[in-house]
């Protein structure tokens, strides 16, 4: 699970929540393996195929499609004014990949 939280930049129990609801839809299986039984692997099962074919793929969604309607102008003074946000929350770039309820 921790992997899988930092691979999906999660807190590791959301990602538990997430597999744990997965696995009561039948969407995907759950078996323990390693010696230690802690290790799980996780497997799609062809219910979770066909859910999988209707999803948007990674980079699709409301707020990429919007960002790309935007013109260059509007682009270029959000990215300075989200730069003016980050300088004012003190944000550190080491934390970057970190899930906020982390921090």
């Given at each position: 699970m921790n992997d899988l939280a930092r691979a999906m930049d999660v807190h590791q129990s959301t990602?538990?929540?997430?597999?744990?609801?997965?696995?009561?839809?039948?969407?995907?299986?759950?078996?323990?393996?390693?010696?230690?039984?802690?290790?799980?692997?996780?497997?799609?099962?062809?219910?979770?195929?066909?859910?999988?074919?209707?999803?948007?793929?990674?980079?699709?969604?409301?707020?990429?499609?919007?960002?790309?309607?935007?013109?260059?102008?509007t682009l270029s003074r959000l990215d300075k004014d989200l730069g003016k946000l980050i300088a004012v929350l003190e944000a550190d770039e080491r934390a970057a990949n970190v899930p906020l309820g982390q921090l």
């Open positions: 990602a538990s929540n997430l597999v744990k609801t997965l696995a009561e839809r039948e969407l995907i299986s759950v078996t323990k393996a390693g010696s230690d039984r802690r290790t799980v692997a996780l497997r799609i099962s062809p219910a979770g195929r066909k859910v999988l074919r209707t999803a948007p793929g990674p980079f699709t969604g409301v707020l990429p499609d919007a960002l790309a309607s935007l013109d260059a102008t």
